[in-house]
């Protein structure tokens, strides 16, 4: 479906789960108030918003957290969400803590791809910023998926202080055939008080050591990343520098938060409460009517750069990034 500025959506993010085995510095460095686990949406509840989805054309689905791994039966869960008929890609956002024993299992399930969440290159660095001891963990998953020939990504958060681990994470995209992203603090839960660093000061310090980086005219998935090339690398750069360059006018996505609500838009803590709509027992048609409404009147534009209108109250975690 198109929403009322013409834009088609057709990828919708799952966040499974509010719990994180992490506490990323800008994300949820307190932990969080969980939900109660029956205002967590089940699985099967999941599985009927995807149904739902399905029939308005969206078709494209990432299964986000929280972590999703920490949830138990997350793997079956993904073989069913993608054996739907009319689902095309379901593909997965984690901090790659649990991926390794779990990677030949996701390859068996059909995932399309996994995006590992990795601020830093170094044990304490990755310690500082996740307060976990958990690197070669990490870095365990990512070889299993690429092993497994995955198509896997790596995110990285640009940290203010952490400049030094822009150029070692880029560095995965010479040594492996993976694209490292660079993605902007957004002013959302803790990110709201995260000093970041702009995509423009990161590219300068790639640009000093591989000065034929390019940007490349490729769609390496669903989403907004811009990517650039270098003949050194064997991945691509990707950023998603939704601060300093928006993308809005192409943004072809809704979330649904772990405890149901559908998000038309990050910024906005508007939504629409499908959990109620679920449990009071709506068929596949009246669900996908009432999606179809909330996700026409997604908003034109984020407002970052107006902080005061953000709206949003929930933390990355619960909402999934
Ligand atoms: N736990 C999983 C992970 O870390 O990939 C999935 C959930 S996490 C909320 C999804 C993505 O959101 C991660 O790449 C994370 O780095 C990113 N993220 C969290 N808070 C953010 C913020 N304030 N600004 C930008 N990205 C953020
Ligand atoms: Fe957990 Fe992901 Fe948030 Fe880090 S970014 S605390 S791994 S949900």
Redesign the pocket.
Same mark, same amino acid.
């Given at each position: 479906m198109t929403d009322q500025y013409g834009r088609p959506i057709d990828y919708m993010r799952l %966040?499974i789960t509010d719990r994180?085995n992490?506490r *990323?510095t800008? *994300?949820m460095p307190q932990g969080i108030q969980a939900a109660p686990r029956q205002e967590i949406l089940s699985f099967e509840e999941f599985l009927r918003i995807a149904r739902a989805a399905v029939t308005l054309g969206i078709t494209h689905f990432k299964i $986000? /957290? #929280? @972590?999703?791994l920490v949830r138990k039966g997350t793997v079956p869960f993904i073989a069913r969400l993608k054996a739907l008929p009319g689902v095309e890609t379901v593909t997965l $956002? $984690?901090?790659g803590v649990l991926l390794a024993p779990l990677a030949r299992q996701l390859a068996d399930a059909g995932i399309d791809g996994v995006?590992? %969440?990795l601020?830093a290159a170094d044990r304490d660095g990755y310690r500082a910023i996740t307060g976990c001891d958990a690197l070669e963990d990490v870095l365990a998953g990512l070889h299993a998926c690429l092993a497994l020939n995955i198509r896997t990504k790596v995110?990285c958060?640009l940290l203010s202080g952490s400049e030094t681990q822009i150029l070692p994470l880029a560095g995965l995209a010479r040594r492996h055939p993976v694209d490292v992203r660079f &993605? @902007?603090? =957004?002013? &959302? #839960?803790? /990110? %709201?008080s $995260?000093s #970041?660093v702009l995509q423009a000061r990161a590219r300068a310090i790639l640009a000093r050591e591989w000065p034929d980086l390019h940007p490349v005219n490729e769609h390496r998935g669903f989403g907004p990343a811009r990517y650039e090339a270098s003949r050194a690398l064997r991945g691509r750069i990707g950023w998603i520098d939704a601060v300093s360059h928006g993308f809005c006018k192409s943004c072809n996505r809704v979330r649904i938060t772990s405890t149901g609500l559908l998000k038309p838009c990050l910024c906005y803590g508007e939504g629409l409460d499908l959990r109620a709509l679920l449990r009071a027992d709506g068929d596949t048609r009246a669900l996908a009517c009432a999606m179809a409404g909330a996700i026409f009147q997604k908003p034109q534009a984020h407002c970052f750069a107006r902080l005061q209108q953000v709206s949003e109250r929930h933390l =990355?975690?619960q &909402?999934? #990034?």
């Open positions: %966040s994180c992490l *990323c800008y *994300c $986000t /957290g #929280g @972590e999703p $956002t $984690t901090n995006n590992i %969440s601020d995110n958060v &993605i @902007e603090v =957004m002013p &959302i #839960g803790a /990110g %709201s $995260t #970041g =990355m975690a &909402i999934g #990034g």
